[in-house]
């Protein structure tokens, strides 16, 4: 069964069974977010000061249509509103410094899903995409973006970073993929767990390109730093002491723990399939989406002692990373 498939099946179940009145009431408002999640399309913001690229970009997806998404043009900088996607492609001439203050508002869970894209055309190639600016602009990309994608705008096939390769629009997919199919899981968690459905799917194998041509280790402490700097985004919101009972801090507490386990266990999976993945990147993988269906659950269930053990077990993930990181 194709993902598209699986999400309607989910997505109806899940709406015949928050209509039926069976769920107690915590359970009711958990389903409905699970619920405004999968139904929701994913949204793609295209940004960043070179309109060339962005226009060019724009039409480039328009013409592959990737399904369940919407696209949005930020073609101003009040335009820019990082609260409302699901994905960011930022296009640049050189991402300065102003742009970079304009970058830190943006919250983790989306820089991970971001695009950084330095736009040149056959002129400006070797200013903007020489090997210097290039090793800069990946620094860059490797500590806020999932990637860094260069283009060059009317180039002839063939050509070096040639204007919207497949390579990026795929890229841009995968990640949509990703969402849909992250929605998805957390959807068949929550129907498994009131009514017995089969499994959630797997998602289908993708390619870190980034990454495929590492040594094992590197690839390991590149996908545990990756891991880590999710992690660490969420860490301000977990520092509050948990010794009260507040029932609305202890539900913000798990909240904030299912956001940061399921995005987690997006960022864990794409690295899987990379040239050097380990058995225990694997197993940690595996760890982190069992986690964050575990923390949906104990998300439902509320009260002091579940925020404790969902916030345990971040911990326990995070400790498991570093020992990856280190190795």
Known sequence: MSLAETHGEVLETL???????????????AGGRVLAEIAAKTRILIAGPESAGRDALAN??????????????????????????????WCTAAF??????????VPNRLKQMSFLVPVANQMTVPERLNE???SYLQA???EEFYGLFPI?????????????????LGEIATVVSWQRTAATDKACAFVDTYCGNPTP???????????????????????????LSVLAGYAGDLAPEMAGDDPETLVRILTTCSTAA???????????????????????????????????????????EPAICAVTTLLQLRRELEVLNAA
């Open 15 to 29: 709406r015949d069974l928050l209509q039926s009145g069976a769920l107690p009431a915590g359970a009711q408002d």
């Open 60 to 89: 480039a997806l328009c013409a592959q249509a990737i399904p369940e998404t919407e696209l949005f043009v930020a073609d101003t900088p009040a335009a820019f509103d990082p609260a409302s996607a699901d994905v960011c492609i």
């Open 96 to 105: 300065s410094a102003s742009e970079a203050q304009v970058w830190e508002m």
């Open 132 to 134: 210097a600016q290039l």
């Open 140 to 142: 860059i990309a490797t």
């Open 152 to 168: 060059v705008l009317g180039a002839q096939p063939g050509m070096h970073y040639a204007e919207f390769s497949t390579t990026l």
């Open 201 to 227: 799917p797997k998602s289908d194998d993708v390619d870190v390109a980034a990454t495929s041509q590492l040594p094992q280790n590197a690839v390991i402490r590149n996908a545990a730093q990756h891991a």
């Open 262 to 304: 399921d995005e987690l266990a997006e960022t864990m999976h794409p690295h899987l399939n990379a040239g050097g993945a380990s058995r225990e990147l694997a197993l940690l993988s595996e760890d982190a989406r069992t986690a964050a269906d575990n923390i949906l659950l104990l998300s439902i269930e509320g009260g002091l």
